[in-house]
């Protein structure tokens, strides 16, 4: 009922930036929440940004100042700018979007994943 794409990944060197999309596609009756979160090798996966219909937005702390998140909701889609990447930024990115769909189910439904690399 609802599909979700995600692109933008890479290779960047410290200091690059990196833009990822995510866009969902479907029977969308609403999003309530919209965001990244990321997940490195025998870590947790952890929330990066998050974005609210109300357009209040949560940041994780070690991203603050250098990544923004943005959305176009005519096109269901989400950003995230990520600026000033560290090695320690390297992790798979996942996007998600808490949709209320078919039959007025709410539910998140989660992208594939984009393996970001930072590195010299």
């Known amino acids: 009922q609802v599909s979700v794409v995600e692109s933008g990944g890479g290779l960047v060197q410290p200091g690059g930036s990196l833009r990822l999309s995510c866009a969902a596609s479907?029977?969308?009756?609403?999003?309530?929440?919209m965001g990244w979160y990321r997940q490195s090798p025998g870590k947790e996966r952890e929330l990066v940004a998050r974005?609210?219909?109300?357009?209040?937005?949560n940041y994780a702390e070690s991203v603050k100042g250098r990544f923004l998140i943005s959305r176009d909701n005519a096109k269901n889609t989400v950003y995230l700018q990520m600026n000033s990447l560290k090695p320690e930024d390297s992790a798979v990115y996942y996007c998600?979007?808490?949709?209320?769909?078919?039959?007025?189910?709410?539910?998140?439904?989660w992208g594939q994943g984009t393996q970001v690399t930072v590195s010299s």
């Open positions: 998600y979007f808490d949709v209320t769909t078919a039959g007025w189910t709410r539910r998140d439904y």
């Open positions: 479907g029977i969308i009756f609403g999003i309530s929440v």
């Open positions: 974005m609210y219909n109300s357009g209040n937005t």
